[in-house]
């Protein structure tokens, strides 16, 4: 499709959820979140050629929150392989992102690697195998993004660090179980600092355009994932990545996503591009109301799905 049309239908689709700016909340368990503005609205498509297109305040950066547990399972895939299977499963939850429930009953394996417990855990496996995971993690994401100016949001990771109780949680649990390896607050401080990473939505469409591209990424030309983790991956993308909404995201976009409760969405058309929106006003599942709109609309408006 050619750029000018993508443009067009972004355009519109700015235009189109304007409405809804207003009628979700801002996630406010996290205190430094709960200080942004709900009115707000960017969408950025990066195509598997090379191109950007994007609507709103792209320049807009915000903290990526649970977008960063695709790079760290990504990151731990890399390392690990099918083993990690060992450790998190790879079922949808059908419960809120921050449960403790299944924990228990399931014996310290989460549900999947997208919910938090799942995400910590394979931080946990992460971290075991970095020997500065925060500085790995930023620096993947500078490389992949194109921008080596790419930061924390110290006051975010502070702030989630400090009302980090159920989190902490779930950690301690999974120990108890024995599926954890590293000191609880030491893993809680890098997972913290990978949510609190800033970035665009040109920037984040761009870091995960290896998701469209069979796993590997277009401006370097390096592979990420195997052409079959890469498949993987977008597969649990789809039946997990918005926790307890995901087959409403599923049954209304048709494509793999991944949200953040700062309001950041993206999603994956194989063979095409990423798309990243954000809008920080949440539904009660903790995902973005115009983002989760933006992406129907924009699988109405140009026909597509993965199906
Ligand atoms: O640990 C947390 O609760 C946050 N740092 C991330 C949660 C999140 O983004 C859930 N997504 N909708």
Redesign the pocket.
Known sequence: MPTADYQTVLDEIAHEVRPLLTQGKVAD??PALAEVSAEQFSIAIYTTEGETICAGDCSKRFTI??VSKVMTLTMALQRYGDELWQRVGKEPSGTA??SLTQLEFEKGVPRNPFI?AGAIVTCDALYSRLSAPRHSMLETFRLLAGNSGIIIDKKVANS?YEFRHR?AAMAHLMKSFGNFENDVDDVLWS??NF?AIELNCIELAKAYNFLANKGVDYSSGKRVLSSRQNKQLNSLLFTSGL?DAAGDFGYRVGMPGK????GTILAVLPGKFTVAVYSPGLNVF??SVAGIAALELLSKKLDISIF
């Open positions: 368990y996290i929150q649970s992102f921050n938090n989630e989190n997972y913290f949510c926790y949200s953040g409760v700062s903790g995902n």
